[in-house]
């Protein structure tokens, strides 16, 4: 299955680490974190190959690393956000595909289960996100794109879900079969046909959408989404805050250890 890598901004929060890189190459725990993501993607199943990358800022620098790549161009990263940088790569995903942000760090069990999934669409989900957010103030439990779910069952995604209620914190891996890869398009033309330059959820414009945004649209319309759970084998680097504690998140984690 192809796997697509969304990773077209900068990464201001890491401040000066992404002066000279795009955010998946600043290294975590003495790798870049893309190392890391291929690495899950290989023990999963998904050879580099395989691989299409959807690059922005600093593209030249990814390519000359990565020449075996797919590579998409989002020459709009600076004025979208991943919904839209995703479907850069549009031709790409009608047969299926998992796709995966590029500032996180994950356990390989987490491809893994999302591949053996018999469901169409499947959001890779960490049960013990919360213990990550402890201390950790510049990026809250306020900003963690929490589920809620019955079962494998996914009845909700937003960040305003009270923690309490959540059942985990969205990965940000998903898979989609090709019949869930249409699903998904059909909803992104209706989407953007209704919301195009207007605001679409939680006060944000369509063009600066998250791809939680049109999952939860889905959702609410009735779209079947499952997850597959990681306890703790997962990571999400967004400051330099989280920079430093990311060696101590990696200890913490057996999973990521394997």
């Known amino acids: 299955m192809r796997a697509i890598l969304i990773g077209a901004g900068r990464g201001s929060r890491l401040q000066h680490h992404t002066d000279q890189v795009p955010k998946t190459l600043v290294p975590v725990h003495g790798r870049p974190m893309l190392d890391w993501i291929l690495d899950a993607l290989e023990a999963g199943g998904v050879p580099r190959r395989d691989v299409t990358f959807i690059a922005g800022y600093r ?60 469901h169409d669409m499947v959001l890779g ?26 079962g494998e069952r996914v009845l909700e995604l ?6 309490e209620e959540a059942c985990g914190e969205f990965v940000g891996v998903a898979r989609f079969t090709a019949r869930g890869a249409r699903e ?23 063009e600066r959408a998250y791809l939680i945004d049109l999952l939860q649209w889905m959702l609410e319309r009735g779209s079947a989404f499952h997850r597959v759970d990681t306890h ?3 990571m999400e680097i967004d400051t330099v805050e989280d920079l430093e504690a990311a060696p101590g998140w990696f200890q913490a984690s057996p999973e990521l250890q394997q």
Not at 69 to 74: A, E, G, L, P, S
Not at 158 to 163: A, D, F, G, M
Not at 184 to 206: H, I
Request: charged fraction near 25%.
């Open 158 to 163: 937003s960040r305003r879900i009270p923690s």
């Open 232 to 234: 703790g084998g997962y």
């Open 184 to 206: 998904l398009l059909g909803a992104f033309d209706e989407a953007r046909e209704r919301f195009q330059g207007r605001t679409f959820r939680e006060g944000r414009s369509f």
């Open 59 to 118: 593209m030249e620098v990814l390519r000359a690393r990565h020449p075996e790549f797919t590579w998409v161009h989002n020459s709009a990263w600076e004025q979208n956000n991943i919904l839209l940088s995703l479907l850069c790569a549009r031709e790409l995903l009608s047969d299926g595909f998992l796709c995966s942000y590029t500032d996180i760090v994950y356990a390989p069990g987490v491809v893994r289960a999302l591949l053996a999934s018999p």
């Open 125 to 150: 989900c960490d049960t013990a996100w919360r213990r990550r957010y402890v201390g950790r103030s510049q990026h809250p439990e306020t900003d963690a794109e929490k589920l809620r779910a019955e």
